[in-house]
């Protein structure tokens, strides 16, 4: 075989490889596409199925970390929230880029404060400030730090970290309005041990304090007058059994209205945040 033969076979090598790749390549693209595409319809666990048919046929593994982002936006859009984060874990595995790395990591600390897994959530913003900080991602950084101490019920250091962002944040703002709606369990415990009924008149529940003053006061009445008339035997069926029930019974109402109400003020914010809040949420 001439040196002429020889380059024409090694040409039409070329091609002949070249043409099976080519139409490959256009066919994970295709199947991409249309996966993008389901996923953007809302037909999120139809697009799963696809981008895992991808990855299957992607010996190349071009479209992996794409893929995976996707699926674990999928299973989040879908309320899996557990398999959310392990496929946005794979795709962090997958990352190419810092880019790549930083989107995967901040994607699992959304999802983990989604999925009120606060310790979790705040021990990877750790990491990502400590990893990132070449980066000058603090704003960011800080941001998620706020959503969650605010899906914690912890609305103080939610303010905290969004003022640090700036001062007239408007979920600052939103933080520092709940916190300062909230009433003070400790305090309307204490109040009823010195006056039943007071507790509950702090929380704004009146007719509730007015029958627990009146019960106590009346069943207080009844017991002293026992004792002053001798009557001790009745006076310690009425002390015991009536009387130190509804003081017990006041100050558990007290505290019972006082995180109920909290829990009201918390429950009204995150509605409004859930329904109106145009910003990024987790």
Same mark, same amino acid.
């Not at 033969?5 to 490889?17: D, E, H, Q």
């Not at 505290?255 to 006082?258: G, P």
């Not at 003020?265 to 945040?273: E, M, P, S, V």
């Given at each position: 075989?001439?040196?002429?033969? $020889?380059?024409?076979?090694? $040409?039409?090598?070329?091609?002949?490889?070249? =043409?099976?790749i080519s139409p490959a390549q256009d066919n994970l693209s295709r199947q991409f596409d249309y996966a993008n595409n389901l996923f953007a319809s809302g037909l999120f666990y139809d697009s799963i199925t696809e981008y895992k048919r991808l990855m299957f046929f992607d010996r190349e593994e071009v479209y992996n970390y794409k893929a995976n982002i996707n699926i674990a936006l999928?299973?989040?859009?879908?309320?899996?929230?557990?398999?959310?984060?392990?496929f946005f874990s794979i795709a962090e595995i997958n990352a190419k880029t810092e880019d790549e790395l930083y989107e995967a990591k901040m994607q699992i600390v959304r999802t983990n404060i989604l999925r009120?897994?606060?310790?979790?959530?705040?021990?990877?913003?750790?990491?990502?400030?400590?990893?990132?900080? #070449?980066?000058?991602?603090?704003?960011?950084? #800080?941001?998620?730090?706020?959503?969650?101490?605010?899906?914690?019920?912890d609305w103080a250091n939610a303010a905290k970290y969004f003022g640090k962002i700036d001062y007239q944040h408007p979920l600052k703002i939103l933080s520092d309005g709940v916190e300062r709606d909230k009433y003070s369990v400790t305090f309307?415990?204490? $109040?009823?041990?010195?006056?039943?009924?007071?507790?509950?008149?702090?929380?704004?529940?009146?007719?509730?304090?007015?029958? =627990?003053?009146?019960?106590?006061?009346?069943l207080g009445y009844f017991t002293i007058n026992a004792f002053v008339e001798d009557r001790v035997f009745d006076g310690l069926v009425v002390g015991n059994l009536l009387w130190l029930r509804f003081y017990r019974g006041s100050i558990e109402n007290a505290? #019972?209205?006082?995180r109920q109400k909290n829990i009201e003020?918390?429950?009204?914010?995150?509605?409004?945040?859930?329904t109106n809040f145009e910003g990024i949420k987790p």
């Open positions: 075989m001439n040196n002429c033969a $020889i380059t024409y076979f090694k $040409i039409l090598l070329i091609i002949i490889v070249l =043409s099976g999928a299973y989040k859009a879908g309320g899996k929230l557990d398999e959310a984060v392990k009120k897994t606060h310790q979790r959530a705040s021990e990877l913003l750790d990491e990502i400030e400590k990893n990132f900080l #070449n980066r000058d991602k603090s704003d960011e950084i #800080n941001y998620w730090r706020g959503w969650n101490f605010m899906l914690a019920d309307a415990k204490v $109040i009823s041990y010195i006056l039943p009924g007071s507790g509950q008149f702090y929380t704004g529940n009146y007719l509730s304090g007015l029958m =627990s003053l009146g019960w106590n006061v009346l505290e #019972n209205s006082a003020a918390a429950n009204k914010t995150l509605k409004y945040l859930e």
